[in-house]
Each structure stands twice: as structure tokens, then as C-alpha cells.
């Protein structure tokens, strides 16, 4: 009687650490739910706990193919499911992994396909039994449990075994569901995990896109306004400049306006005042001289006057820098000073640019050699000279009311080597790509005109 009670005693104290292993595997899986987040990790310890809590020579966990990231290819294999974890003794794991996917036949087919639990102590006893794959584990023992969602989706099953039969009880299976429902939780958060991280990447992947892009425009953006201070900055400058030259160019207007209202009128006027007092001289009256005197230097004061007046007038003053106005300019003053008279002005008709220089040689050279001949051949009392520079063509036309030129010479001066002069300004207006032109004015005179194209030239700058 002794002997029963400490049997029972004993039996009931195992029993009792038995059921206190097998809550804490359960306890222990339900706090690696909420810490642990990989899936793998976390269905190996599930099913080591089956092992444990059925004390089973083998557990495995099999997933479909969609949980288990195979291949396409085998995906499309329907009916098979995939081994996600298996716990055993040592060479257990290597067998499972040779045996591949199973096809959920025979006592696998109600777990797999018909959501049953199925509890078989003997195998080999049982009708639906079809027999094991080459080099599987005896198994005589069997315990399977589907898993499935909260939807009633298929996921997988727990398949235990044991090489002895009769070893799995009907509170194996309760615990194995459990394990299952536990498992089916851990799947269903690690699709929530995943989806929730795949959301986060493309999310990142939207905001690092629109950060370049934003990036990308912010310095498109900042080069153009970076181009904008620029023309702004040059366009300041410009209109300074402009201002400079508009109030340089009214302060020339307001001298060469009081030059010609009062001091070439005072001069004028000394002049006429002279030649009447010359008139009223008796003859021999040695008045006369300096009389003359002041004439003469009252002309040439006027001349002075009326040469500082052009200079002050020029639209374009170059007088500094030597350009073309300011050569012509000289010529004209220098030659007038030698040729008692005949009347030289310059007109400036128009003055877009300075032309390239070899334009301003060019025209420089014509104009010299036409108003050389206008002093030894044309008996002339008065030439213009005209310079019209546009933003297309440079114009220059020498024109004179003397006795003109031959028509034999007009038409025969380009091959004939004794016009030299004629010839040479010919050459140096086609070397520039343009035209001179020699023809007899309607009233008497010659016109020299030479057109040089500027658009042509620009590069020559």
C-alpha cells in the first residue's frame, strides 16, 4: 500500500514537471513573439519546442512554397510543401533536406489538405499508410497539425514522428495546435513586418527620388538666378556707362552750342568789323597791316572754332583712341590747313560700332587717296566726306564739285597701271570683301564710294 502511494506520488510529480515544461515552452514562445522579428529564428524555436514537449525523435515544419521564397519554377508546383524547419538529432536535418518537399499523400493528405489533426500510433497498421521515401526515418509514431489563417488560408502543417509506435498522446496534439496557432500568429506578423518594411523602403525610395529632384531643381533654380544677378549686374554697368556717355554727350552738345552762339559769332564779327575798317583806310595808311592781321586772324579763329565745333558734334568722338573719326578727323584739319580755298567737311551719318580695323584702314586709306586727287586734279572748292557705319556695312563716300574724272579713265582704270592710286584703293576695299564705286556726279564732280560688308568681318575684331 506504501509502495502504490509513493508510485503515485512519484508518477504525479512528473507528470506535474512534465506539464511545467511544457508551459514554459509555451510561455517561453509566446515572449519571443513579442521580441523576436525574424521569422526563421523564431519558427526554429517552435518547432524545437514541439520536439521537446512530445519528447519526438523528429519535428518539421513545412510551409507552401509563397512563405519559403523558392523559386518560381518550384512555386508553380502545386501540392507540395516546403521544408521551413526541422528539429532532430544530429543527421536528422540532413535527411529531411535530401528528402525535398512533400506531396501531402497518404496520412499527410487529411493534415495537409482537409485541416484535420491526425494522431496514428502505428503507421505501418494504418490503411491510409503508402509507404516512406528512400532513406526516410522508420517512423512508426505520427502526430500532424495544419496551420492555417484567421482567413482559413492553408500555410503549412507540424509533422512529428517517432521510430516507436504508440508514443504521442491526445495532449501532444492539443500542445502541437497550440505551438500552430502560436506559429501562424509569428507568420502572420512577419508578413506584416514585411510589408510594412517593404512600404518604408518605397517610401524611402519616393523621398530620396523627390530630395534629388528637389536637389536637382533647387540648382537649376540657383544657376538661374545666379545668370539673372549676372545680366543684371553687366546691365547695371551698361546703363552707367550709357549714362556716362548721354551725359558726356549733352555736356559736348552744350559747349559746341555756346562755341558756335558766341565765339564763332565774336569772331565773325571782329572779321566784318575789320573789312570795314579797311574800307574807310586812305590808301598807304599804315593801319592797313594790322588790320589784315586781325582778318586773318579772325578767319582762322573761326576755323579753329568751327574744327572744335565738328570734334565736340561727332556722335562718335575717337579722338583718344585713334579710330577712324578721329584719322579723318586730322586729315581733313591737316589739309585744310594747305589748301587755300577749298571747303573739307566731314559728315558722320550714322555710327552703329567701330568697324574691324582692317575696315578703318581700308576707308582710311580711300579716303586719303580720293581727297589727294580732289587736291591735285579736280580744281574743286568743296568735298564732303561721309561715313555711315551700320550693324551690316561700312560706308564711306568722297565726294567733291570739281571738273570729275574722263569717262575713258572710269572705264579702263582697273586694268590700267598708270592709275596707280585709282587702282591701290580698288585693292584695299576688295581685300575686305567689298565694292568701290567711281562715278561722275549729275552736277559735275567725282563720287568715290567704297561699301565694305561687316557681317563677314566680325571674327576680324
Not at 60 to 88: D, M, Q, V
Not at 150 to 174: D, M, N, W, Y
Not at 191 to 205: D, N, T
Not at 327 to 334: G, V
Request: proline share 4%.
Amino acid at each position: 500500500m506504501v509502495q502504490t502511494s509513493d508510485d503515485s506520488r512519484t508518477n504525479l510529480i512528473a507528470s506535474l514537471q512534465e506539464r511545467a515544461e511544457e508551459l514554459a515552452q509555451l510561455n517561453r514562445i509566446a515572449i519571443a513573439l513579442t521580441s523576436e522579428f525574424d521569422l526563421q529564428r523564431l519558427l526554429q524555436m517552435i518547432t524545437d519546442a514541439a520536439r521537446k514537449v512530445t519528447a519526438a525523435e523528429y519535428a518539421a515544419f513545412f510551409l507552401i512554397p509563397e512563405l519559403t521564397h523558392e523559386s518560381p519554377e518550384r512555386r508553380s508546383k502545386k501540392g507540395l510543401f516546403h521544408l521551413a524547419a526541422i528539429s532532430g538529432e544530429h543527421g536528422v536535418e540532413e535527411h529531411f533536406r535530401h528528402v525535398g518537399p512533400v506531396e501531402g499523400i497518404g496520412v499527410l493528405h487529411p493534415v495537409f489538405w482537409k485541416g484535420a489533426s491526425v494522431l496514428v500510433d502505428d503507421v505501418l497498421a494504418d490503411r491510409r499508410y503508402v509507404g516512406i521515401p528512400r532513406g526516410h526515418i522508420p517512423v512508426r509514431s505520427f502526430l500532424g497539425v495544419q496551420l492555417r489563417t484567421r482567413e482559413g488560408s492553408i500555410l503549412g502543417a507540424f509533422l512529428i514522428g517517432h521510430t516507436q509506435p504508440s508514443r504521442f498522446k491526445p495532449r501532444h496534439v492539443e500542445l502541437i495546435e497550440a505551438l500552430s496557432a502560436q506559429a501562424a500568429v509569428a507568420i502572420h506578423n512577419a508578413q506584416l513586418i514585411a510589408r510594412e518594411r517593404h512600404a518604408m523602403e518605397e517610401q524611402a525610395a519616393r523621398l530620396e527620388r523627390e530630395v534629388r529632384e528637389r536637389t536637382a531643381e533647387l540648382e537649376r533654380r540657383n544657376q538661374e538666378l545666379t545668370r539673372v544677378a549676372t545680366d543684371l549686374q553687366t546691365l547695371h554697368h551698361e546703363l552707367t556707362e550709357a549714362q556716362k556717355r548721354q551725359m558726356l554727350a549733352d555736356e559736348r552738345s552744350r559747349i559746341a552750342q555756346e562755341l558756335h552762339d558766341r565765339v564763332q559769332q565774336t569772331l565773325f564779327t571782329i572779321g566784318l568789323k575789320a573789312d570795314w575798317a579797311l574800307e574807310q583806310l586812305p590808301p598807304g595808311s599804315p593801319l592797313e597791316r594790322p588790320l589784315r592781321t586781325i582778318k586773318q586772324l579772325a578767319s582762322l579763329g573761326t576755323a579753329q572754332v568751327r574744327d572744335a565745333i565738328f570734334a565736340l558734334s561727332s556722335s562718335e568722338p575717337q579722338t583718344q583712341d585713334g579710330g577712324l573719326i578721329s584719322r579723318l578727323y586730322t586729315l581733313i584739319h591737316d589739309l585744310r590747313e594747305s589748301a587755300a580755298g577749298l571747303d573739307m567737311d566731314l559728315v558722320v551719318a550714322e555710327w552703329a560700332s567701330a568697324p574691324p580695323v582692317a575696315v578703318e584702314n581700308a576707308l582710311f586709306s580711300v579716303a586719303r587717296e580720293a581727297l589727294s586727287n580732289v587736291l591735285r586734279h579736280a580744281q574743286a572748292t568743296t568735298v564732303v566726306v561721309t561715313v555711315q557705319v551700320t550693324r551690316t556695312q561700312a560706308m564711306l563716300v568722297v565726294q567733291d564739285n570739281g571738273v570729275g574724272l574722263a569717262p575713258e579713265i572710269l572705264e579702263s582704270y582697273r586694268h590700267n597701271p598708270a592709275h596707280l592710286g585709282l587702282r591701290g584703293m580698288q585693292q584695299r576695299v576688295s581685300d575686305c570683301g567689298g565694292q568701290l564705286l567711281l562715278v561722275n556726279g549729275e552736277e559735275g564732280g567725282l563720287i568715290v564710294k567704297a561699301v565694305i560688308p561687316l557681317d563677314s568681318l566680325t571674327d576680324r575684331r
